[in-house]
């Protein structure tokens, strides 16, 4: 059999992907084949475009075989690669967690936006899963600290790991359930990405979602429970004045503030996407009154 040439592998797999995910453009089929091409034989896209007519080593076409076949049953791009970018650093992924999604870096900005840069800030990233968050606030904050926490063993894992990989020594990975390893009053901020999706929610069973950790993404009939029980624990861990940032489903929002105000929050107030659909809410735990 003659020794396939890397365009003809791609072009194969391109048809491969596309048919299987009936994508009539071909575009994300094209970079995913890219990718797994990337991995299967360790080089770049750049190289794979400029050299389409090198040959496959056997076990380079195998293995490229087998990733195809991954993706084409629909598992998740970033489980097979094992890394996501999040806020310009690269993350281990695993399917232990649920994968870093670029709506999530709202509430980077509104953290950023709200806190003093150059203050000591302790901010607690509650249900951390990969990490991302805590990481790129630590990244972009080196005079904060930040506490990852996360109650699955496996997840724990992999935020330590990439906060040792990103060299993030005011990243602190806490084993812990939302607040329960926190103190009175010791948090500046709270910040979180919990679970919001309803347990009946049909798009549990599309696309990505039916790979990723259930945990990490189910709370309840109404998507709410995981964000009530940080609600419950946020006032006592946080300092006068602490600020609070959660990300939530785009039809949440309204809910999200109640439930702000009911636990006793000020300033509260939602920020939308780049969809304009509503996506973090924030407030902040009143000041003592003189």
Same mark, same amino acid.
């Given at each position: 059999m003659k020794p396939k040439t890397l365009g003809?592998?791609?072009?194969?797999?391109?048809a491969t992907l596309?048919?299987?995910?009936?994508?009539?453009?071909?575009?994300s089929s094209r970079i995913d084949?890219?990718? %797994? &091409?990337? +991995?299967? $034989?360790?080089?770049?896209?750049? =190289?794979?475009i400029?050299?389409?007519?090198?040959?496959?080593e056997p076990a380079q076409r195998a293995h490229f075989r087998t990733l195809v076949e991954r993706r084409a049953s629909g598992e998740?791009?970033?489980?097979?690669?094992?890394?996501?970018?999040?806020?310009?650093?690269?993350?281990?992924?695993?399917?232990?967690?649920?994968i870093p999604?670029?709506?999530?870096? %709202? &509430?980077? +900005?509104? $953290?950023?936006?709200?806190?003093? =840069?150059?203050?000591?800030?302790?901010?607690?990233d509650l249900g951390t899963g990969t990490g991302a968050i805590a990481a790129a606030l630590a990244h972009e904050?080196?005079?904060?600290?930040?506490?990852?926490?996360?109650?699955?063993?496996?997840?724990m894992a992999i935020a330590a790991a990439n906060a040792r990989q990103l060299q993030l020594g005011n990243l602190l990975p806490l084993q812990a359930d939302w607040l329960q390893g926190i103190g009175p009053e010791r948090l500046d901020a709270i910040v979180s990405n919990p679970p919001y999706v309803a347990d009946d929610d049909p798009h549990l069973r599309r696309g990505d979602l039916r790979f990723e950790p259930r945990t990490a993404l189910v709370a309840g009939p109404d998507g709410l429970d995981a964000i009530r029980a940080i609600l419950d624990q946020a006032p006592r861990?946080?300092?006068?004045?602490?600020?609070?940032?959660?990300?939530?489903?785009?039809?949440?929002?309204?809910?999200?503030?109640?439930?702000?105000?009911?636990?006793?929050?000020?300033?509260?107030?939602?920020?939308?996407?780049?969809?304009?659909?509503?996506?973090?809410?924030?407030?902040?735990k009143p000041e003592p009154k003189q």
């Open positions: 003809e592998a791609l072009h194969e797999a391109i596309a048919a299987r995910k009936q994508d009539s453009n071909l575009g084949a890219e990718l %797994l &091409l990337g +991995e299967a $034989t360790g080089s770049s896209r750049t =190289a794979l400029a050299w389409p007519e090198r040959t496959l998740p791009i970033a489980y097979i690669l094992g890394q996501r970018e999040f806020w310009g650093l690269q993350l281990a992924v695993a399917p232990t967690t649920l999604r670029p709506d999530t870096e %709202l &509430l980077v +900005e509104c $953290t950023l936006q709200a806190l003093s =840069a150059t203050s000591p800030i302790v901010c607690a904050r080196p005079a904060w600290t930040l506490i990852a926490i996360e109650r699955s063993i496996g997840a861990s946080l300092r006068s004045g602490g600020w609070i940032g959660i990300e939530h489903g785009w039809d949440q929002g309204a809910e999200v503030r109640r439930l702000l105000k009911r636990a006793g929050f000020e300033k509260v107030k939602t920020h939308r996407d780049l969809a304009g659909h509503e996506r973090v809410s924030s407030a902040n």
